[in-house]
Nanobody, 118 residues
Framework: QVQLVESGGGLVQPGGSLRLSCAASGSTFSVGAMGWYRQAPGKQRELVATITSGGSTNYADSVRGRFTISRDNPKNTVYLQMNSLKAEDTAVYYC????????????WGQGTQVTVSS
């Protein structure tokens, strides 16, 4: 069994910064691509950023230039540095990871709330 545990959400003022972390733990496994998604109230879950095991990144247009995704492969951890936060960034942020145990499977974290408000 593999678990993804997120941390780092909270309340921040517009223009502020937050750093989210997500660590994969559990049985012996290999981690492929990892990513962050978000879901605002009344909206569908949307991609924020992804990163391959080799470090190639992809960003949603709405966050490109403000958010940075990175990972620490030995720690099976993915990070999301969020700068210049806006009210429209308010959402529950979820991490996910493609994990190989005996087959490839996509795991999701429990979500962490990010609220941008003055």
């Amino acid at each position: 069994q593999v678990q993804l545990v997120e941390s780092g959400g909270g309340l921040v003022q517009p223009g502020g910064s937050l750093r989210l972390s997500c660590a994969a733990s559990g049985s012996t496994f290999s981690v492929g691509a990892m990513g962050w998604y978000r879901q605002a109230p009344g909206k569908q879950r949307e991609l924020v950023a992804t990163i391959t095991s080799g470090g190639s990144t992809n960003y949603a247009d709405s966050v490109r230039g403000r958010f940075t995704i990175s990972r620490d492969n030995p720690k099976n951890t993915v990070y999301l540095q969020m700068n210049s936060l806006k009210a429209e960034d308010t959402a529950v942020y979820y991490c996910n990871a493609r994990v190989y145990t005996s087959y490839w499977y996509t795991y999701w974290g429990q979500g962490t709330q990010v609220t941008v408000s003055s």
